[in-house]
C-alpha cells in the first residue's frame, strides 16, 4: 500500500514562561515524530545553557529525523540513538559518579510511511490520534499505563506539598521528590517494566510497536501527554473531537484552551490533579493519503 504523509501544521508550548520547554517535535518526507523530555530531578550534567531534558529531546528529534531519512528500522534508530546520547553524557560528566535518577529521559512517538504501508511506534506516554476515512477513530500510545493511577499519585504529591509552589510544580516537596527519584532510577534496567529515550541502547529491544491498517484519507494527531491532556485529564473532548477541533480551529487554539484551563478553571489541581500546572504541550496534526 502506497501511503503520503503530509504535515498540516504543528504547535508547541512551554508549560512555564521561565523554564526551557522540554518538548520537541519533526517530520520529513516518510516520517513524523514526537519527543517529550522528562523533568529533571537533579543539578544538570550536560551544559550550558539547557537542561538535560531539553538537551536529549533535541538530540533524540534530529537523530530520529536523519534516521528515518536514511531508512534505517526504527529498533536501529533507538539503539544508535541512546549510545550516542550515553557517550555524549558520559563525556559531560567526565570522573563525576551520576545518580542514576539524574539520567536523562524521554518519551517519544513516531509514525512512518513505507512500501509495507503504517509503522507506529514508541516509548512512554505520547500519543496518537487518528481518524480515518471511515470515522473510525484509532487512538495509540507506548505507555498503557491507565490515567487513573497517575492522577492518584499527583493529588497525593498536592496534598504533601500543600498545592503548588510559586513555579506552579509539586515535585519539589521532600517525600514527593524522593518517591519520583526512586521510580526515576529504576527505569530502563533488565527486567524494568519502563523504558525510555536516554542512555540505554537496549530500550530499542523494548519499544512498543504495530503496524496500522488506515482506511485513507486518515487525519491525525501525534502529541506529548502535557497536549492530550484535553482528552486524557480536563475532558475537554474525545479523540475524535479533537482531530474534528484541530482541523478547524488549529492547534494554536487547542493550546490556549488547554492553558485556559489550568491557569483559570482549575488553577490549584484540586479538579484535574496533576504534578505540575501547565505541562510543556505539544502536537503535530498531519494526514495520510494514498
Not at 160 to 167: I, K, L, N, P, V
Request: hydrophobic fraction near 40%; include cysteine.
Amino acid at each position: 500500500m502506497s501511503v503520503s504523509l503530509n504535515v498540516v501544521q504543528s504547535a508547541t508550548d512551554p508549560g512555564h514562561a521561565d523554564r526551557e520547554n522540554e518538548d520537541r517535535a519533526g517530520w520529513n518526507r516518510t516520517a513524523v515524530f514526537v519527543v517529550d523530555g522528562a523533568t529533571s530531578l537533579g543539578d544538570p550534567v550536560v551544559r550550558p545553557p539547557r537542561s538535560d531534558a531539553a538537551w536529549l529531546a533535541e538530540h533524540a528529534v534530529g537523530h530520529l529525523d536523519r534516521g528515518f531519512a536514511e531508512g534505517a528500522t526504527t529498533p536501529d534508530v533507538i539503539r544508535d540513538l541512546n549510545g550516542r546520547a550515553a557517550e555524549h553524557f558520559a563525556a559531560a560528566a567526565g570522573s563525576a559518579e551520576i545518580e542514576r535518577y539524574r539520567h536523562p529521559t524521554a518519551s517519544f512517538l513516531s509514525l512512518r510511511v513505507d512500501g509495507r504501508g503504517i509503522e507506529v511506534a514508541g516509548l512512554g506516554d505520547c500519543v496518537l490520534i487518528l481518524r480515518h476515512a471511515n470515522g473510525g477513530i484509532t487512538r495509540w500510545s507506548g505507555l498503557a499505563t491507565a490515567r487513573s493511577r497517575e492522577q492518584f499519585f499527583a493529588r497525593k504529591a498536592l496534598t504533601q506539598a500543600g498545592g503548588f509552589d510559586s513555579e506552579g510544580v509539586t515535585i519539589r516537596e521532600r517525600d514527593t521528590l524522593a518517591d519520583l527519584r526512586a521510580r526515576r532510577a529504576r527505569h530502563n534496567l533488565p527486567g524494568g517494566t519502563v523504558w525510555t529515550l536516554g542512555l540505554e541502547p537496549l530500550a530499542a529491544d523494548h519499544l512498543s510497536m504495530m503496524r496500522l491498517d488506515a482506511d485513507l484519507p486518515a487525519t491525525g494527531i501525534l502529541c506529548t501527554d502535557g497536549f492530550a491532556d484535553l482528552v486524557d485529564n480536563y475532558e475537554r473532548y474525545d479523540a475524535e473531537g479533537l482531530v474534528a477541533r484541530a482541523e478547524t480551529e488549529g492547534l494554536e487554539s487547542l493550546i490556549a484552551e488547554l492553558r485556559w484551563v489550568e491557569r483559570e478553571v482549575d488553577p490549584t489541581g484540586a479538579s484535574h490533579p496533576r504534578f505540575k500546572r501547565s505541562d510543556d504541550a505539544t502536537a503535530v496534526l498531519f494526514r495520510l493519503v494514498p
